[in-house]
């Protein structure tokens, strides 16, 4: 029987995220008169996309979806190049609220485009892959077998180096570039990589739980990737470890099946705490005697970004 939660801190909304949710309902709020697209999820949640439907925002997935000249802010992961051309040809206005974390991998990637070949280790068709991987021409990995498979395309022609998605697992990263190294020895080591604090702090948080909880249950939407990770590397230490993204998913049945005494809890980058304390609640109805604490050796997340002045923009 259930007798111990313990939430994890830093868990939850990230500074980038705070960021992109205050910046499209800023942009919002002070332009009541113009309907306001954003394009994709602004994050990887959907209660805070509906939520933000309800105050009359207004989600596409694609420009053609809108009127030239409409006004549109890109989301969190950010956009490839090709996407803001063609938002100035059709004369949009635009507000970026790409997170400030995934715009540095972006200018790293224009800087570097002509002077190298570049690797990326990231995740075939996630949003912020997509938006970074069309700074440059770019080898996409995601596995060292990945790696393996590209000593055909690399040449002489030109230094190679790597960059990567901001919400990768560390671990699997770092075995990523291990292997880089070993196929390409002459490889040129970013001087930071790409990994954010956000994503590192929050898996920091749940290796410390690991011990001492026998699961770990992630609260994160399937499409969220920092999410997915934190699953991940739960899984591996302790394997009834699971992931669910609102309070119906809360299955009594995988908790006491599993023998799950003491549970550790954590949510991705994009879940509001609304969901952690709904889904908290749902679980104390099936389990009313477990107590309720931060994991002892918790910390807060300060980090914040600055909104820029102007939020909408006519490029
Ligand atoms: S997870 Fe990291 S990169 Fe992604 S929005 Fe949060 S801070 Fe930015």
């Given at each position: 029987m259930l007798e111990t939660i313990y939430l994890a801190n830093?868990?939850?909304?990230?500074a980038g995220v705070k960021y992109a949710i205050s910046y499209v309902e800023t942009a919002f709020q002070e332009n009541p008169e113009t309907p306001l697209y954003v394009r994709k999820e602004i994050v990887h949640n959907q209660r805070v996309v509906e939520e933000m439907k309800k105050k009359g925002i207004r989600f596409i997935s694609e420009l053609n979806e809108v009127p030239d000249g409409a006004t549109v802010v890109f989301s969190a992961h950010g956009v490839s190049p090709e996407v803001v051309k063609e938002a100035t040809e059709r004369k949009m206005k635009i507000g970026d609220a790409t997170c400030p974390l995934v715009t540095r991998v972006h200018k790293k990637a224009r800087n570097i485009k002509d002077t190298h070949q570049i690797i990326y280790i990231g995740h075939k068709g996630h949003d912020e892959a997509i938006g970074t991987m069309g700074e440059a021409n770019m080898h996409l990995v995601e596995s060292p077998e990945d790696v393996e498979a590209l000593q055909n395309k690399i040449t002489n022609e030109k230094p190679l180096t790597y960059l990567m998605q901001t919400t990768l697992s560390v671990e699997d990263t770092k075995n990523i570039v291990k292997k880089i190294e070993e196929v390409f020895p002459y490889v040129e080591h970013p001087?930071?990589?790409?990994?954010c604090y956000a994503t590192t702090e929050r898996q920091d948080a749940v290796q410390k739980m690991l011990e001492s909880v026998d699961a770990m249950l992630v609260i994160g939407a399937e499409n969220s990737s920092n999410s997915v990770r934190l699953c991940q590397l739960a899984k591996k230490?302790?394997?009834?470890s699971f992931q669910i993204?609102?309070?119906?998913?809360?299955d009594p049945k995988h908790i006491m099946d599993s023998k799950i005494k003491i549970l550790g809890i954590t949510a991705g980058a994009?879940?509001?705490?609304i969901l952690v304390d709904e889904i908290v609640e749902e679980i104390l109805k099936h389990f009313p005697n477990a107590t309720v604490s931060l994991f002892p050796e918790s910390r807060e997340d300060t980090m914040s970004f600055k909104l820029p002045k102007e939020l909408l923009k006519q490029y």
């Open positions: 830093p868990r939850g909304f990230c001087q930071k990589d790409d990994i230490t302790r394997p009834a993204s609102k309070k119906e998913d809360v994009s879940s509001p705490q």
